[in-house]
């Protein structure tokens, strides 16, 4: 099908070279380049689709769930048998790390990767607002649940997933002066862990690390939801 599709927009540029006057054969070029660029596009599309297609059939072929992190929408599927049994939307999502050195890169699918532990991280670094309750409710308050809301998710050896609770207007609480801060110590903690491993006090860290932010209770049923070994694709 690639083939022909070439086939056509050649012969179509080709045939716009040869009907336009001589102060026009700028413009066929032109055309030339971009049905060319079209078709490169398309081409990545394609080879993005066969391969998360041929990855999902293995899985499925599996009969359990998996999840597909989707860094370009912002958004983290999870499936069964090919069919979508829940999504999260992803807030403050930022990634450290070379992705392109993936076998998968080219075609902006990686995997399958395998969910090989689940870190409990303690109180969230935000804390998170209690819902405003009527003052005429005179129920008790609601039990708290204790399934952490701040953990990571390791991929193995290739990522790790930092799931922190919130939703996007915790963003800017603080003002610029506060995500200031917050970015100036993530440099000095990057500085330390690259000094430390220059000196051999700490182990190089090649994973890509993958910070993402959800609501609280979302925070809490992804944890639920995530098995130890459960399969996990990234699109990239």
């Known amino acids: ?22 102060f026009g054969a700028d413009s066929g070029i032109d055309s030339l380049k971009r049905a060319f660029l079209s078709l490169s596009r398309e081409r990545t599309l394609l080879e993005r689709e066969n391969r998360l ?67 409990d991280l303690g109180p969230p670094p935000v804390p998170v607002k209690p819902k405003p309750r009527s003052p005429l409710d005179i129920l008790p308050p609601d039990p708290v649940d204790p399934t952490p809301t701040y953990f990571d998710l ?4 290739d990522a ?6 919130g939703d996007s207007t915790q963003l800017s609480e603080g003002g610029f002066v506060k995500r200031v801060l917050k970015r100036a110590a993530e440099m000095v903690q990057d500085i330390r862990h690259g ?12 994973r890509i690390h993958i910070f993402l932010r959800i609501p609280h209770e979302q925070a809490q049923a992804l944890f639920r939801t995530t098995r130890i070994g459960m399969q996990a694709i990234l699109l990239l």
């Open 1 to 22: 099908m690639i083939r022909r599709l070439a086939i056509g927009l050649l012969l179509t540029a080709m045939a716009g070279l040869v009907l336009r006057p001589a």
């Open 154 to 157: 390791c991929l193995g050896e």
């Open 53 to 119: 297609l041929g990855l999902e059939m293995e899985l499925v072929s599996r009969d359990t769930a998996y999840a597909v992190l989707d860094l370009r929408s912002r958004q983290l599927r999870f499936k069964l048998r090919g069919v979508e049994v829940r999504a999260y939307d992803l807030f403050d999502l930022t990634v450290k790390g070379d992705l392109e050195a993936w076998p998968d890169s080219a075609r902006k699918v990686a995997g399958p990767f395998t969910v090989s532990q689940k870190v």
């Open 160 to 165: 790790v997933l930092h799931v922190v609770p």
């Open 195 to 206: 000094v430390g491993r220059a000196l051999g006090w700490e182990a190089e860290d090649r």
